[in-house]
């Protein structure tokens, strides 16, 4: 008898032999309070909160400030040498000290004798400060961007004039306003003596400068005319300002008609090509038999009969289910048949059979017969294509050199300072000054107000959004690499999430939990660990190589010998082609009849005998979907949807598809594992209140299961979108590239173009950051960049979480 | 029916005596119920009320591994004799009153036996559920009532582990064999769970869910339905105007009566009521028992409770079931006033144990 027995307690009860009940004195030692382990733990988890905040934080402020007019400084250094110094204009990017050689030591100690360095030029430790000033002009400059110590500044100034011009080509460029100019080219009555020179002042207020560049007709002669407006900086600006509007309109025409009108008459162009090429691989293959006979017939007559015998039956099956519809039960509503389902299954069965006569009519396997006058056709018409759009090339071509030419007139000189030197229209022109159209936004941020810098601020941001990149992408927007990236993710998920539940579903819903499915879930486990840039290999090698090539150029299986098989003549390699499809096809039916046989009786356990044949059963299966696999690999005479662009790859290069198709198998682990856990986490006694309702397995997956775990998938699909818009390493091999010349959606039919290549935020980060020639010049655009990526995962993150609590406060809900 | 308890009871002479109490069915014991003077006040009183929860091979191995005198453990004429020999394991017959003789079967159980794995649950169950009756399941926690209801729709094919020898007949017609329609018996039987699960839907799909299953689309059926299920179910005043509120945020005692009404929507023909008024106030009870009078002449119910009171006021059939076999089975008059077995009069009167 123990002394934990209750009756113990009682006191009314005798005690046994036990002895006294006695209160154990307790205490509690210092390694069971709680104390420790909550500054430890809390300790952990605000070393990660500054870690993260951290980030953001660095982010934020890097992203933000980027485009944030700073002032421009005009700086003299001190001469050297009886030299006067160096003037120029510049921004101050960054500031640090450095440790000077001897020299320079024995310079600034000598300046710091004389009283002659500046309060600033020094840090407390007595080290030189340096500035890093963004200078600009490329055109004049090795560098861009240039260090100057402190003590070597004579003087700074901040000129309100004084502007930085951000331009379509060639960076920035710092200078004064000095004049506005058009250059016309005319004709004036001869003789080339006649013409004056140069007037003070023309009409306008302009100074003009003429030159003789040609003979005219009739004795008149081409003169070259140089208007100048001169004046004071603001005047000049005000000037420049009037212009620009109507100079960057130009500018977008030009860009559109070269764009989209020429990038018509190419698409255009490419097409008639694909005809050509099209008729020619049909005539040549019309030579040498083409998929005619077995294979044509054969496939064209599988497919009916499968096609219609489907239709047929569901619809059938459909049509008496519904007539007749529900038992009566004794006081229950009178069954009442369905008519109107009876009527769709009816129209179903007769679309499904139409199909069917229709595919057969048309046979789509059979060689078309095409002889060398249809093809002459082709081409003729083709020819007759190609001379209009031609034309139209043309036309577009004077269009543009008519834009061009009036947008080649307005210039406008912005100086440096000292040098004199200004912005020229191009480098191998110094003396000509650069078109007004050039000039993507001028700005004077020394003299400007809050509001002023705020308007450029949003207007960069503007730009930087829904823009497309310029200068090695060192400016200009990110909108292609943002819309590629959004794209990315979208199809990803849609790759991702059917497939991941889906595979999920059968694992835990269908197939019966042992050795096999622990050795698939530990496989997909181990999945979610490999190195990512091995999924891009896989992706390279599997995708764009193997299955890529397989959509542009089919099998490569030719025709052989001529065989004949039951009285049908055909090649060798379609007869053994037929052979196997045959057994695959006994094969399955194996698989499904042993499948079948191996289903143990409600209520029984499985034999051992059906045991052994559910082993054969799945073996059968697996050695069918490899079969299939192998059989559509080989297909006879199956020569690639896009064999008239051969050698030029279409989906045997870097893409879309085979990005997101790559990134899916990467992030499929993660859709699995949530999906499963959900699914498991579903009750059992809700599947059995279904199950009791006499719902079937998938009704109650369908209406029960799947709307419950729906807010643990929607968790999976997070995850999975997170990471895959955030990789980079696979898209490098299978899709990403610096610099894609069009949208993976656009006006052009299909539209939807998967097989291009695409910018993504990810690479777009690496390669700005890493790889361009003029990594100063990139560090902006790299901090907004990332900012840009941590939004956009923050803002798809944020959608689905939202439609997950929406669902998790729909299914979830609890009473007590 | 193999008898594992052969090797393990331990004397010969134990064996005769249980073998003299079990061939009569209708064994009265010689001496009235009463405390029994040799019986020891620690040792059988244990063994009495933990067994039950244990599995139902556990009294064997649990008489096996402390064998007490003969003596002790089978008084020959204890009030608890009977039930010794149900912990035992021994085959015998269940007192079954003649008047279920003249009671036309809508379900016939057929030497019904399940195991859960290795575990058996139910032992040889013979009974015939009358006809468009209410039928009352009673016995102590875990002697397999819900295992028995979830056998008739055959719920326990979803356990993997679950195997069953013998069979049922539903009117006539085998629910175990090997090409039934599981579906539609299921169909045919509505079931109300011992815990409620309302499905994660709103309360009006929760209500027609089975025609909902069935394709039914038509909007005043359904809503028709609805209604109707709900009244009956003693709901209607409090969720008419929240239909279309998820059936997760009602009340537990809501959500019981909520599935209760999914159970006759689809007015099946057999309907099974695992407890269905445990968590319900005595006012919804009364409405819902009120309820199953009402369809008691229309279809057949069979109700597991374990309330007394309750299975006297509604049920015309009472079963007592104990440790995975059926007991006694009669009306439930006779059943509650003058039973066959005094260890059913005990149980009845909560003089149990
Ligand atoms: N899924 C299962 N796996 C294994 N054993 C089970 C399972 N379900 C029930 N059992 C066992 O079967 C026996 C009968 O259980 P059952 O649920 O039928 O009891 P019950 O009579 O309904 O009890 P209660 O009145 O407490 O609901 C119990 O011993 C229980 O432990
Ligand atoms: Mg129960």
Redesign the interface.
């Given at each position: 008898m123990t002394t934990g027995m209750p009756g113990n307690l009682d006191p009314a009860v005798p005690q046994a032999a036990g002895g006294k009940w006695n209160a154990r004195s307790r205490s509690t030692p210092l390694a069971a309070r709680g104390e420790p382990m909550v500054w430890l733990t809390g300790g952990a988890l605000a070393v990660c909160a500054i870690m993260v905040v951290g980030l953001l934080a660095i982010v934020l402020f890097g992203g933000l400030r980027t485009f944030w007019p700073r002032p421009i400084e005009l700086v003299k250094l001190v001469g050297v040498g009886g030299k006067p110094g160096e003037v120029f204009l510049g921004t101050v990017v960054r500031t640090d000290s450095y440790t000077p050689d001897p020299t320079e030591r024995a310079r600034i100690k000598a300046l710091a004798q004389a009283g002659a360095l500046a309060p600033d030029a020094v840090d407390s430790d007595g080290l030189p400060i340096r500035r890093l000033y963004r200078v600009g002009n490329k055109e004049f400059r090795e560098q861009p961007f240039k260090w100057v110590p402190v003590y070597q500044i004579a003087s700074t100034s901040l000129e309100p004039s004084a502007t930085l011009l951000e331009r379509r080509a060639w960076g920035v460029w710092h200078g004064f306003p000095t004049a506005t100019v058009q250059i016309v080219e005319k004709e004036v009555p001869g003789p080339a003596s006649a013409v004056v020179k140069a007037e003070v002042a023309g009409g306008d207020g302009a100074r003009v400068e003429r030159e003789v560049v040609g003979e005219g007709a009739g004795g008149r002669v081409l003169v070259r005319e140089k208007r100048t407006w001169e004046g004071t900086p603001e005047v000049v600006m005000q000037a420049f300002l009037a212009q620009h509007p109507s100079a960057v309109g130009r500018a977008a025409e030009i860009a559109r008609l070269k764009e989209v009108e020429i990038g018509q008459i190419n698409l255009g162009l490419e097409a008639e090509r694909l005809r050509v090429r099209d008729a020619e691989i049909a005539l040549a293959r019309s030579e040498f038999g083409g998929a005619d006979g077995l294979l044509g017939e054969g496939l064209a007559g599988v497919v009916v009969v499968v096609a219609s015998a489907t239709t047929a039956l569901v619809c059938i099956g459909a049509l008496v289910a519904?007539l007749r519809a529900?038992k009566p039960?004794?006081?229950?509503?009178l069954p009442e048949p369905?008519r109107r389902?009876a009527l769709i299954n009816a129209l179903l069965l007769t679309v499904g059979l139409g199909l069917g006569l229709l595919a057969y009519a048309e046979n789509p396997w059979a060689a078309r017969k095409v002889t060398a006058q249809d093809v002459q056709a082709v081409r003729a018409s083709a020819e007759q294509e190609i001379a209009r759009l031609n034309g139209r090339y043309r036309e577009v071509q004077r269009e543009i050199a008519q834009v061009d030419t009036l947008d080649d007139q307005w210039r406008v000189v912005f100086t440096e300072p000292s040098t004199g030197r200004f912005a020229p229209v191009r480098q191998t022109e110094p003396d000509q000054p650069m078109r007004i159209s050039a000039v993507v936004r001028a700005v004077q941020p020394n003299g400007m107000s809050f509001l002023g810098k705020l308007g450029v601020y949003l207007s960069r941001w503007g730009e930087f959004l829904f823009d497309v990149p310029r200068e090695a992408n060192t400016e200009g927007g990110i909108y292609p690499v943002i819309f590629g990236t959004v794209a990315l993710t979208i199809l990803l998920s849609i790759v991702v999430v059917p497939l991941g539940v889906i595979a999920a579903l059968y694992l835990r819903e269908y197939a019966k939990?042992g050795a096999l499915t622990s050795l698939i879930r530990i496989a997909i486990n181990n999945l979610a660990g490999v190195p990512s840039i091995v999924f891009g290999v896989f992706g390279l090698g599997f995708f764009v190589y193997t299955v890529g090539a397989f959509v542009d150029t089919g099998s490569g299986v030719l025709p052989g010998e001529r065989v004949s098989l039951l009285g049908v003549v055909d090649t060798r390699q379609v007869v053994a082609w037929w052979v196997g499809v045959l057994l695959m096809g006994g094969l399955v039916v194996g698989a499904v009849l042993m499948g079948n046989l191996a289903t143990p009786?409600?209520?029984?356990?499985a034999t051992r005998l059906q045991e052994n044949v559910g082993k054969i059963a799945f073996g059968a299966w697996c050695l069918a979907s490899l079969g299939s696999l192998a059989l559509l690999a080989y297909t006879p005479y199956f020569r690639g949807f896009f064999e008239a662009r051969a050698p030029s790859p279409t989906f045997a290069s870097k893409g879309m598809l085979w990005s997101a198709a790559t990134l899916a198998l990467l992030t499929l682990p993660v859709v699995i594992v949530a999906t499963e856990e959900a699914i498991a986490a579903v009750?059992?006694?809700?599947?059995?209140?279904?199950?009791?309702?006499?719902?079937?397995k998938w009704?109650t997956m369908q209406?029960?299961v799947l709307?419950?775990a729906m807010p643990g998938i929607m968790t999976g699909m997070i995850l999975a979108m997170a990471r895959g818009a955030g990789e980079v390493a696979p898209l490098m091999l299978v899709g990403a590239v610096k610099l894609a010349e069009s949208l993976p959606v656009d006006g052009n039919v299909p539209f939807v173009h998967l097989d291009r290549p695409f910018m993504h935020l990810g690479f777009h980060i690496y390669d700005v950051g890493f790889q361009s020639p003029d990594s100063e010049a990139a560090r902006p655009v790299v901090w907004c960049t990332t900012l840009v990526l941590i939004v956009v995962v923050v803002a798809l993150n944020i959608t689905a979480i939202r439609i997950r609590s929406n669902l998790r406060?729909?299914?979830?809900?609890?009473?007590? | 029916m193999s008898l594992e308890s052969t090797e393990q009871v331990d004397t010969f002479q134990a064996r005769r005596e249980i073998d003299r109490l079990i061939v009569h069915p209708n064994f009265v014991p010689p001496t009235p119920a009463t405390e029994h003077p040799t019986m020891p006040t620690d040792q059988p009183k244990q063994t009495a009320s933990a067994e039950p929860a244990a599995a139902p091979a556990g009294g064997l191995t649990a008489g096996a591994a402390q064998p007490p005198a003969a003596g002790l453990l089978y008084p020959r004429t204890g009030p608890t004799d009977f039930l010794e020999c149900v912990r035992l394991g021994h085959p015998y017959p269940p007192a079954v009153h003649a008047a279920l003789g003249r009671e036309k079967p809508l379900l016939e159980v057929q030497d019904f036996s399940l195991f859960y794995g290795q575990s058996r649950a139910l032992y040889s169950i013979n009974m015939s559920i009358p006809n468009k009756k209410v039928t009352a399941m009673i016995g102590p926690s875990g002697c397999g009532k819900s295992t028995l209801l979830r056998s008739i729709?055959?719920?326990?094919?979803?356990i993997?582990s679950?195997?069953?020898t013998g069979d049922m007949l539903l009117s006539g017609r085998s629910v175990?064999a090997?090409n039934?329609d599981?579906?539609?018996i299921?169909?045919r039987?509505?079931?109300v769970?011992q815990?409620s699960?309302?499905?994660?839907?709103s309360i009006f799909e929760n209500v027609v869910?089975?025609l909902?299953?069935?394709?039914?689309?038509r909007k005043g059926?359904l809503e028709q339905t609805c209604e109707k299920a709900l009244r009956a179910a003693a709901l209607w005043n409090e969720v008419k105007d929240r239909l279309k509120e998820?059936a997760?945020?009602?009340?537990?005692g809501?959500?019981q009566r909520i599935?209760i009404a999914?159970?006759i929507a689809?007015?099946?023909?057999v309907l099974l009521m695992d407890e269905p008024c445990s968590a319900l106030d005595p006012i919804a009870t009364l409405k819902v028992e009120e309820f199953i009078r009402e369809i008691a002449g229309?279809?057949t119910v069979v109700i597991v409770t374990h309330n007394m009171q309750q299975a006297a006021r509604v049920s015309d059939y009472t079963a007592f079931m104990y440790l995975g076999r059926l007991v006694e089975f009669g009306p439930t008059a006779d059943i509650f006033q003058k039973p066959k077995l005094p260890e059913t009069e005990q149980y009845v009167t909560g003089r149990f144990g």
């Open positions: 519904r529900r039960v004794e006081q229950g509503f369905d389902g939990q009786v409600p209520g029984k356990h009750p059992r006694t809700m599947r059995e209140g279904s199950y009791g309702c006499g719902a079937s009704q209406r029960i709307p419950r406060r729909k299914f979830l809900g609890e009473a007590f | 729709n055959r719920l326990n094919d979803l993997d679950v195997s069953v175990y090997p039934v599981v579906i539609d299921r169909k039987i509505g079931m769970f815990k699960n309302p499905f994660p839907m869910y089975s909902r299953i069935d394709g039914e689309r059926v998820s997760l945020g009602l009340s537990g809501q959500q599935c999914r159970a689809a007015e099946p023909e229309r279809i």
